[in-house]
C-alpha cells in the first residue's frame, strides 16, 4: 500500500508516516515489559505529532533517551499518571513542555 505514496494526497501520507513511527514506538523487547505510566509518555510523543519528523531509523534511540529523561527529572509526571488513571489537563501542558524541550535537544544532538 504504501508503495503508492505518490498517488496520495497529503493527508493521507501523513497518516503513513505517522503510522510507521507509531508501529516502531510499539515494538517492545521480549521479557521486557513497561509500566503503563511508561508507556503513556512514549506514545503521547508520537499520537500527537512530536515525531513527525524524527527519522523512523531513531525511534528506538528517542524512546529510550526520552524514558530515561522522564524517570530521572519528571517522576512525578509518572506518578501523575500512575495516579490519576489518565492524563490530566495539568499533566498534558507539562508532558508537551516536556516533550518539545527534549525533542529539541534529542534532534540538536
Known amino acids: ?7 496520495l494526497d497529503a493527508s493521507t501520507q501523513q497518516q ?6 507509531l508501529t ?5 523487547g521480549q521479557y521486557v515489559p513497561m509500566a503503563i505510566e511508561e508507556q503513556v509518555p512514549v506514545i503521547y ?15 528506538t534511540a528517542f524512546e529510550k533517551e526520552f524514558l530515561q529523561h522522564i524517570k530521572t527529572s519528571h517522576k512525578d509526571i ?5 495516579t490519576d488513571g489518565q492524563i490530566t489537563e495539568a499533566t498534558d501542558a507539562k508532558l508537551k513542555k516536556i516533550v518539545t524541550e527534549f525533542l529539541a535537544s534529542f534532534m540538536s544532538a
Open 1 to 7: 500500500f504504501a508503495q503508492f505514496g505518490s498517488d
Open 16 to 21: 503513513l508516516s505517522r503510522g510507521v513511527r
Open 24 to 28: 516502531e514506538l510499539l515494538k517492545q
Open 45 to 59: 510523543c508520537g499520537v500527537r505529532g512530536h515525531l513527525d519528523k524524527l527519522d523512523p531509523a531513531k525511534i
Open 78 to 82: 509518572l506518578t501523575a499518571i500512575a
